[in-house]
């Protein structure tokens, strides 16, 4: 499981997230992204950022470390905005933790060239997980001392919405007509050639064992959390040998 931080100080918020993340200070000095438990958009939302960015680590993307951040409602009771109290004082507990990239900026595509290469790995990465939040409005990359990073995973796997047609909805193409990378022209087979046999069951055995038992408990249909771990594997694993040839919306090269 994720290793556990004890947020020590209470920075500022982020303003460019939906769920208001915050920047904290750990016990161990480390500045950290906070992602509240307590969101409006729920743990799983949680579960997809550990489930996509572990999964993202190992496959060689540059993905900031992720730890739980264990927070003392206290922290609270000094901050003058009301919805910045309501999350800490509803998130004591295990919240989702990031390493802050210190001076990174939002990846522009006019401002910043990514090669077919690096473009096809990202895209292909984004249809394994069905991820609908990189696209050139929000695109999600983060370009810290001159490299790309990815950040923010919470809206992948819509499957884990609806169990039971996990399956199906795992096989659905993905349109990555709106992506962030679309103009660089993706090299998706050869990033497809390159990742997809590093997605073995080993691995999203190791990833998903990431993931805290606290955000797995009392899912419907399952027994118990490694029941649940195998459920977000399995989709992952049927869809990566050839997730590349359902990406639609990408022109091809000349
Ligand atoms: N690890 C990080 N290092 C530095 N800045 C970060 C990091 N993670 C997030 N940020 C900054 O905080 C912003 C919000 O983070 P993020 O996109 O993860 O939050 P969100 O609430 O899920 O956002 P969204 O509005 O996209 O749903 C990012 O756009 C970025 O500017
Ligand atoms: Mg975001």
């Known amino acids: 499981m994720l290793n556990e931080v004890t947020v020590t100080r209470y920075v500022t918020p982020l303003r460019e997230g939906g769920s208001l993340p915050g920047l904290v200070e750990g016990d161990d000095l480390g500045a950290y992204v906070i992602k509240f438990a307590s969101a409006g958009q729920g743990r799983k939302t949680l579960v997809a950022e550990v489930v996509c960015g572990e999964l993202a680590r190992r496959l060689g993307f540059r993905m900031p470390r992720l730890v739980t951040l264990a927070l003392d409602p206290v922290l609270g009771l000094g901050e003058p905005e009301q919805q910045v109290?309501?999350?800490?004082?509803?998130?004591?507990?295990?919240?989702?933790?990031?390493?802050?990239?210190?001076?990174?900026?939002?990846?522009?595509?006019?401002?910043?060239?990514?090669?077919?290469?690096?473009?096809?790995?990202?895209?292909?990465?984004?249809?394994?997980?069905?991820?609908?939040?990189?696209?050139?409005?929000?695109?999600n990359l983060l370009v810290h001392r001159g490299d790309l990073w990815l950040i923010d995973h919470g809206a992948t796997m819509i499957w884990h919405h609806n169990w039971p047609a996990a399956e199906t909805s795992a096989a659905r193409p993905y349109d990555a007509s709106e992506h962030a990378l679309a103009r660089f022209a993706p090299d998706i087979a050869g990033a497809a050639a390159e990742l997809a046999p590093h997605v073995t069951e080993e691995l999203l055995a190791e990833v998903t064992a990431e993931i805290p038992d606290a955000w797995l408990a009392d899912e419907p249909g399952f027994t118990d959390p490694d029941d649940l771990r195998r459920a977000y594997a399995r989709p992952l694993l049927a869809r990566a040998a050839t997730v590349h040839e359902r990406v639609t919306g990408i022109e091809e090269r000349p």
Request: hydrophobic share 45%.
């Open 85 to 139: 109290q309501d999350l800490l004082r509803g998130s004591g507990g295990g919240n989702l933790g990031m390493d802050f990239l210190s001076g990174a900026l939002g990846f522009d595509p006019l401002a910043f060239a990514v090669s077919p290469e690096e473009a096809g790995r990202i895209v292909w990465f984004d249809a394994l997980v069905g991820n609908v939040d990189r696209s050139w409005r929000n695109p």
